[in-house]
């Protein structure tokens, strides 16, 4: 079942070296959630041959211009190309005002239904639950009200040993209870055993986002032990204060959060555009976290 | 003296193809002024080597995404990137409001002045004028207020005969006054006829910007000759029937408008997303008015 995400965008406040203001889409189980929406995001959905129609989920992180301005623009494409669908928008309460005001300019009517959230940036709240999947937003620590976002795979099935199923001709109708780690019993008495006939699940993924955010604050405990960390590292170490001042992360932080939280992988972004050269951000972090990993736009990244 | 535009962006509200929402920039005499700005304007003033710190003055066509939404975004790098200089901009009334809340909710605080001035989309106004220059706002026929823009040079100099003037050793505290037209006398009682050591001053040149209306209202005597006309070309012409249900123009019907009024020369634009060939477009124009140009992004177009 895929669960990965592709990078957008992964510039900070001021774009340049083609590098692109925030946003990322990911993608579960081909179901399309947009994290962010920086200015060109629909320019860059397009660049990457995603289908803007296909995003059922956005969410925003906070109304610093550079994760948000690309919405209106995105939002009035999907209308003139004709959308039916639902979306469901989560994000702090002002952009529903900001929204408002800019469609009530342009004389926009969606003929789509837009179902806003508004996200609490107070404490940790479970936003989107279905079977298959969680969606936690939790307070980031940043000069305006922001959240991040934990991405939970709901339990995965046990997976068939196809050579054995096949073997013992087992019924179609038992298959999904054994993945369920139900035994059954054939009409002839022949007993079906699912610790036999099935490998364990595996692991449920998780993925989290955590842009833009001041390191080491409450969201420590919403972050355990994801398989994939997106953490913002905005500036090197040597810049710590410029970062305690904009309530951005160093790379060095950014790793001792993965570390700390036990990640899988790190992944960076929201590069200043004072380093036009990453490598030495990389470098600095994983001298704390090898498994890091700059983020590349267009690159797609399992989770 | 330079007088030209840069084409950032040419397409109509769905940018495709690599085409980029309305946005250009007109070099008159090395001051910059930006018209419309679309989404990622900011990264094609990047792209393009333009310094967005030099620009001092900017004009909104109107309050349709696609002409204005990269503005929050550029105003802010302006920002981060230190500008102290002044900033006009010319726009719709509402814009004032639309930037006001994003700025509230994004905690920002411009340390450059914004003046703003709104246009009256109702009648002509001239909005600009110094002694080299004067801009004019006018009223187009489109969906929502909107207003386009001529910029008229003003009288421009003689320009000096340097081979006479050299040879006859005229001094140079007379030049600007032979510039001028006025005859000089030295002190030794010679006599520099203006007449004889100058070329007649050159025609003042003139660039207006029609984007987005229907063809043929009121601005048709608001853009007589000009030498450039930037008119919008949405759409073939046997697409007519949504160019006026949607208030946009054909190629034909801007080609029609450039020869009534008198044009020098046409640069079309605004081009559909339906369009990935313009050629189409370029042949329907040419057959009516046939110093017509499709603009390219990137591309500098003299006045």
């Excluded at 937003?137 to 050579?163: C, M, N, Q, W, Y």
């Excluded at 035994?183 to 993925?207: F, K, M, N, V, W």
């Amino acid at each position: 079942m895929r669960f990965e995400v592709l990078i957008l965008g992964n510039s900070s406040a001021t774009p340049m070296y083609e590098r692109h203001p925030s946003s990322q889409v990911l993608n579960f189980n081909e179901q399309l959630f947009l994290i962010d929406c920086g200015e060109g995001t629909q320019m860059q959905l397009f660049r990457y041959g995603i289908k803007s129609n296909k995003i059922s989920h956005i969410f925003i992180s906070h109304l610093h211009g550079d994760h948000y301005l690309g919405l209106v623009g995105l939002l009035s494409s999907m209308n003139l190309s004709g959308r039916k669908s639902e979306l469901h928008l989560y994000a702090p309460a002002a952009l529903k005002e900001i929204l408002d005001i800019q469609f009530k300019y342009s004389d926009t009517i969606l003929r789509y239904d837009l179902i806003f959230h508004p996200t609490n940036s107070e404490k940790p709240e479970i936003i989107l639950q279905t079977k298959m999947l969680t969606v936690t937003s939790f307070s980031l620590r940043h000069r305006v009200p922001t959240t991040g976002f934990r991405f939970d795979e709901g339990k995965r099935s046990a997976s068939l040993i196809r050579e054995k199923i096949e073997k013992l001709n087992v019924p179609t109708v038992f298959l999904s209870q054994l993945k369920r780690g139900v035994d059954c019993i054939g009409t002839d008495g022949t007993r079906y055993s699912a610790s036999e006939l099935t490998l364990p699940a595996p692991r449920s993924r998780s993925y989290a986002y955590c842009s833009d955010t001041r390191a080491f604050a409450s969201y420590i405990s919403a972050i355990q032990h994801v398989d994939l960390l997106y953490h913002e590292t905005t500036f090197l170490h040597e810049m710590v204060d410029r970062a305690e001042e904009t309530f951005h992360s160093t790379a060095l932080e950014a790793a001792e959060v993965a570390l700390q939280v036990g990640a899988g992988k790190l992944l960076m972004g929201h590069y200043s555009a004072r380093y036009r050269d990453l490598t030495p951000l990389l470098t600095e972090a994983k001298s704390k976290f090898s498994n890091t990993h700059l983020s590349e736009e267009g690159k797609w990244y399992l989770v």
